[in-house]
């Protein structure tokens, strides 16, 4: 008897995660602030082929020295449909220091805080810089490095060999799949600011 009455709910369960795992926008959807600290949806974006969100720390000098790539990809990207979205997960980091942050290296892109790292989490995004690529349906296709200049903390190459984000966001806009969908980003630990 009590078999069959768990039946449904766990198969309402794993319907649900079905559903979430087909890219389908969640029931409670995440809700992050902007810089006047109104909530707003991440992935509200009408018309966008693709949603990079870059999560970033003021304080991060890997981050820091990401953002000339960080803008040239934005200006490739941005009049093909590609939202860019700068990241904030520190929740002690203020909105003076994120303007502040965004003049200092000429970020024009649109900036978000996550101090609840709800995007963060359902991203898994652990590293600054870290970028998650979403195509409509919520569906993620790449979390991962800019690119392999940097091999660990402290120790770069003279340039880049691999072009992750630009080669994830050239397969999303031709409609193919992502050649890696993950890699592993270099740089500042998001979870030591929980």
Same mark, same amino acid.
């Not at 990079?52 to 003021?58: A, E, K, P």
């Given at each position: ?8 709910? #766990? ?18 959807? #995440? ?20 949603? #990079? *969100? ?20 934005? @200006? @490739? *990207? ?5 939202? *860019? ?30 101090? @609840? ?17 979403? #195509?409509?349906?919520? @569906? ?48 500042? *630990? ?5």
């Amino acid at each position: 008897m009590l078999h069959s009455r768990i039946g449904p709910f #766990v198969v309402g369960i794993l319907a649900l995660g079905l559903l979430a795992c087909a890219g389908e926008e969640p029931a409670t959807p #995440v809700k992050l602030l902007d810089l006047s600290g109104q909530g707003v949806d991440p992935f509200a974006a009408s018309d966008a082929k693709a949603i #990079v *969100f870059l999560f970033t720390r003021t304080d991060c000098p890997v981050s820091n020295r990401y953002a000339p790539e960080v803008l040239r990809l934005y @200006e @490739e *990207f941005k009049d093909r449909g590609v939202e *860019f979205r700068m990241v904030y997960p520190n929740p002690d980091v203020t909105i003076e220091a994120i303007e502040s942050h965004l003049e200092e290296y000429g970020y024009s892109i649109s900036a978000l805080r996550d101090p @609840e790292h709800l995007l963060v989490d359902l991203t898994e995004a652990t590293i600054t810089p870290e970028a998650a690529v979403f #195509v409509p349906g919520w @569906e993620m296709v790449y979390r991962g490095r800019i690119d392999n200049r940097y091999v660990d903390f402290g120790k770069t190459r003279a340039r880049a060999t691999q072009h992750d984000l630009q080669e994830a966001l050239e397969a999303a806009l031709a409609g193919k799949p992502v050649p890696n969908p993950r890699t592993e980003a270099v740089g500042c *630990f998001i979870a030591d600011l929980r």
